[in-house]
């Protein structure tokens, strides 16, 4: 028994494999190694699946923030809004530009970033630009945040790094939005590369120019100082031929959600707003333990059992070693720190599967 917390072996399925190794063979037979016709076909066919004018590919998800910083004009001097928890690269991103961080808190039941958060935040700070977060794959709400940067004049960034199949509203995958959107391809995505990768999506075209000249050494515009954040041919080869199959592999997803949801209804850990089964892309399925104690049991218990799960994320960024000293709030942020554990999520589980983790997850519970 157990129940892996990836499967690599079902999404890289036999018939998947013939058809990567028939076009790395082709890549390597036409000499083609670097943005080759399967970054094309990748970026018209990814732009139209996230309903948006153009998609730009580049080395990888922590790039892709850096550039649509740049893009934006976001440098030394500037103040930029960052969720209070998140993975560090969306802080790291703003450190790499030379930019200064600034911490918007979450709200309490999904840690998404808070848009009355943001409002004060903004009012002391005065930011240049903000970078809500679709952790997990849950959708930021993005009509409030949008309506109120595009008031004040302040740049959004949407880290979508976890949220490919994620829609913020009914209709509307991310992407089709006013903003730059990006996303990492890195392997344990849920549309994911054999390596690094990442893209930027935006419906402006100026916007989209200025990507193109920053990923490839500032060609194209002699004004202009870029750096290499090509995306290379293989792994676009690998990321075209999943999205093939990327649709129905994040349904799968959303019906693991939902067994989860129904299976822990009634226990006494913080689920998720009934809400987010539709509209998450269920990168991850995190649920809320009452402290950090209750969270290291329940984590040891599910592993002793061979269950994967992973304690997204232990701390809040400022209390990172390496970003301590930066202003903001994040009050709801350090709560969420260390409290969340991430149960086994991919398209292959089965009733079966997710019936052993509820069925852990109560025994523990029924002792408390
Ligand atoms: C929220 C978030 N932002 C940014 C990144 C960075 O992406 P990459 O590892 O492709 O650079 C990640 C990667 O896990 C992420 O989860």
Known sequence: MGVPFYNFHDLHHDSFKTEVKKRINDIIDNNAFVEGEYNQKFEVEFAQKQK???????ANGTDALEIALLVHGVGAGDKVGVPGITFYATAEAVLNVGATPVWID??????LLCPDSLKRVHEKHNLKAVMPVHIYGLPCPMDEINSF????GIAVIEDAAQAQGTYY??????????????????????????????CILTNDEKLAKKVITIR????????????NSRCDHMQAAVLHAKLEEVDQFNKQRKEVAALYHKGLASLPFGLLP???LA????HLYP???????????????LRSKDIGCTPFYEKALSQEEALQGYEGEDTNAKNFAGRTLCLPMNPFLSQSDVDEVVGVICEYANKL
């Open 52 to 58: 948006s004018n153009h998609c730009l590919l580049v």
């Open 106 to 111: 979450v709200d309490e039941k999904a840690g």
């Open 149 to 152: 940067c595009s008031e004040k």
């Open 169 to 198: 509203k009914e209709g509307s995958p991310v992407g089709d939005g006013p903003n730059l959107v990006t996303f990492s391809f890195y392997p344990t995505k849920n549309l994911s590369a054999f390596g690094d990768a990442g």
């Open 216 to 227: 490839n050494h500032g060609r194209g515009d002699e004004a202009a100082m870029g750096r």
């Open 274 to 276: 009934e809400k987010f």
């Open 279 to 282: 509209l998450s892309s269920w």
């Open 287 to 301: 649920i809320q333990l009452p402290s950090i104690k209750h969270r290291e049991e329940l984590m040891n218990l």
